[in-house]
């Protein structure tokens, strides 16, 4: 169902009788690349070496607008609010690739004036020209996938590019007219010392970003992190890092909005904010999960996970023989429902209005302020009814928090 100027939806139906909830959550869609040049050690996500070999850019451009053409009705006439290119390594695709794409999508939905495109960058998989062409392709902001900036920690993270190429990379960004730019940086990196990890923060500074997530390396299941683990820094450097990093980055005006993202002059990543305000994102792209809202014939709320084929090659045939993408989807129940918001939204560090819980899930507040109350009282959770927020004692032992609130 391609979306029509003017085209009515359920959104100003009435859900579960509540008054005041008229409309669904924003909408943003998420796109998947599967592909990068080599699988580093930490990451878990749905990324395949491709090397330096060309890319089947014509065939996945077709796979992923059939996928969008499936999801359409989901979108239920809600202009796109952002997109996010997300990897692997988006920037191993051209900026053609990207043209044609975005230029498809918006011809199938709304954009939003004011829409943030953002596109996912390796440092050593970009260059003056490839930046030119994504501005021009209509992508606004760029983030790049810088890690460390020291050599050593670079090698043992697996990352293709050096230090001098990842500033190079800023240099280009900002040349091909970017003036919205993230720069992720790990920390608790093997063989790091606080004044290695310090220094990385003061070279991201150096650089004037917009945005830093600057966020602690973890050893997830199903990567060569876990299977063969790195020596990583005790617990107490790792405490050393964050109180410096964190009193270093709001020196240097950047407000900690979230537990590991920080911005400046409210340069927050949009996209992100979506998530953790429990709004809707189409997926589409091999492996790319999205969350949407409806509200069924019945007046009843229903929020739904859906998830797509991962292996790029089946992702690709399915396009061919016409099966669909989707690899599986449920339903979120009433009673996971506390739990699911509250993993997004108690990650910001200056709460969310309580109000979004009631017009993004269509329950009533006080099914959440139960599930709150043990948290409250053990000191982890503001006791408040217009603002939900942890307290600083909740945002350090967050999973507590969760835990209280998944047992309530």
């Not at 009788?17 to 909408?27: D, K």
């Not at 952002?82 to 900026?95: H, M, Q, V």
């Not at 200056?350 to 709150?372: N, P, Y």
């Amino acid at each position: 169902m391609v979306r029509r100027q003017g085209a009515q939806s359920d959104m100003n139906r009435p859900a579960n009788g509540l008054s005041g909830i008229n409309r669904l959550p924003p909408l943003s869609l998420y796109l998947h690349t599967p592909w990068c040049v080599r699988k580093c050690p930490y990451c878990d996500f749905n990324s395949h070496e491709s090397g330096r070999r060309e890319l089947p850019e014509s065939a996945y451009l077709k796979a992923l607008l059939q996928d969008l053409d499936h999801d359409l009705a989901l979108a239920a006439g809600r202009p796109l609010e952002t997109i996010f290119i997300g990897g692997g390594t988006p920037s191993l695709l051209s900026p053609a690739f990207y043209r044609t794409l975005l230029a498809e999508i918006q011809a199938r939905l709304e954009f939003a004036p004011d829409i943030e495109i953002t596109l996912e960058a390796n440092p050593g998989t970009t260059e003056q020209r490839r930046f030119s062409g994504y501005r021009d392709a209509g992508i606004n902001r760029i983030s790049l996938g810088v890690q460390s900036f020291q050599a050593a920690q670079l090698e043992a993270l697996g990352r293709i590019h050096s230090g001098d190429e990842a500033t190079l990379a800023v240099t280009q960004a900002r040349a091909a007219g970017f003036d919205n730019l993230n720069i992720d940086i790990m920390h608790g990196l093997p063989g790091q010392t606080p004044a290695l990890a310090l220094d990385d923060i003061e070279r991201a500074l150096a650089l004037s970003p917009e945005h830093l997530s600057w966020y602690q390396l973890t050893l997830e299941p199903n990567t060569a992190f876990h299977t063969h683990p790195p020596t990583l820094p005790e617990e107490e450097a790792l405490w050393d890092i964050q109180d410096r990093g964190h009193e270093r980055l709001q020196q240097a005006g950047f407000s900690r909005y979230e537990i590991s993202a920080y911005a400046q002059q409210d340069r927050y990543s949009r996209h992100n904010l979506n998530y953790w305000k429990f709004g809707d994102y189409l997926g589409i792209g091999a492996g790319a999960h999205g969350k949407l809202s409806r509200i069924d014939e019945g007046g009843q709320w229903v929020i739904e996970r859906r998830w797509k084929t991962r292996q790029p090659q089946a992702y690709l045939q399915r396009q061919q023989d016409m099966r669909g993408f989707i690899a599986g989807k449920r339903e979120v129940t009433a009673d996971e429902l506390p739990l699911e918001f509250c993993m997004n939204a108690l990650r910001l560090t200056g709460g969310i209005d309580a109000s979004l819980w009631q017009a993004h899930t269509g329950q009533a507040q006080a099914v959440l302020q139960s599930r709150l109350q043990s948290a409250v009282n053990k000191g982890l959770f503001q006791e408040s009814r217009e603002i939900l927020q942890p307290s600083p004692q909740g945002l350090l032992f967050l999973n507590e928090l969760l835990t209280d609130i998944s047992n309530a």
